[in-house]
Antibody
Framework: QLQLQESGPGLVKPSETLSLTCTVSGGFITGSDYYWVWVRQAPGQGLEWIGSINYSGHTYYNDFIKGRGTLSIDTSKSQFSLKVTSVTAADTGVYYC???????????????WGQGTLVTASS | EIVLTQSPGTLSLSPGERATLSCRASQTIGSSSLGWYQQKPGQAPRLLIYTTSTRATGVPDRFSGSGSGTDFTLTISGLEPEDFAVYYCQYFGSFGPGTKVDI
């Protein structure tokens, strides 16, 4: 079964760049039915999809992150990454990486999740 | 953009009772395109239901999903102590705000 693990700094200064990496094990990051995603959760709030990337580097982003967020993938290391520039306090929260299974004509679903990593934007 | 709303915000029940959680979409969506997730404090979300009514691997059969059009339901037929959590519905990149099921 797939396992995902986030890594990266837990503290980022306002106006700087948040960088996180997710390492995938127990399966192939090159699977054609899968996208790899980031989801965040502000303290006490709900879930917010940030963006998705597939093995060939095709990306989708939520409107709120466009222009600040970039996803990348390194299939040789079974890793994908998130960068968010110009962070503010509003970017504080738990960041989850997850796998997204695409079921043709029947929706997309987040089936495996990392444990999450808390990122705090503060000076 | 599809907006999902969930009701009630909090559902207070006792173990053994039936829980009925609602998810409403702002416009008609594919009848088999909804997912449900369970999240316990300090844990990552867990996929419970996909394609509206299919239980994910290892999910007990007391959990069931149904619905079509704009109205969808997650039913827990007899609450176990471990079921007290927050439940989110999801359609593609949109999540509902969640329903907390507490004792």
């Amino acid at each position: 079964q797939l396992q995902l693990q986030e890594s990266g700094p837990g503290l980022v200064k306002p106006s700087e760049t948040l960088s996180l990496t997710c390492t995938v094990s127990g399966g192939f990051i090159t699977g054609s039915d899968y996208y790899w995603v980031w989801v965040r959760q502000a303290p006490g709030q709900g879930l917010e999809w940030i963006g998705s990337i597939n093995y060939s580097g095709h990306t989708y982003y939520n409107d709120f992150i466009k222009g600040r967020g970039t996803l990348s993938i390194d299939t040789s290391k079974s890793q994908f990454s998130l960068k968010v520039t110009s962070v503010t306090a509003a970017d504080t929260g738990v960041y989850y990486c997850a796998s997204l299974i695409r079921m043709a004509g029947r929706g997309n679903f987040f089936d495996y999740w990392g444990q999450g990593t808390l990122v705090t934007a503060s000076s | 953009e599809i907006v999902l709303t969930q009701s009630p915000g909090t559902l207070s029940l006792s173990p053994g009772e039936r829980a009925t959680l609602s998810c409403r979409a702002s416009q008609t969506i594919g009848s088999s395109s909804l997912g449900w997730y369970q999240q316990k404090p300090g844990q990552a979300p867990r996929l419970l239901i996909y394609t509206t009514s299919t239980r994910a691997t290892g999910v007990p059969d007391r959990f069931s999903g149904s619905g079509s059009g704009t109205d969808f339901t997650l039913t827990i037929s007899g609450l176990e102590p471990e079921d007290f959590a927050v439940y989110y519905c999801q359609y593609f990149g949109s999540f509902g705000p969640g329903t907390k099921v507490d004792i």
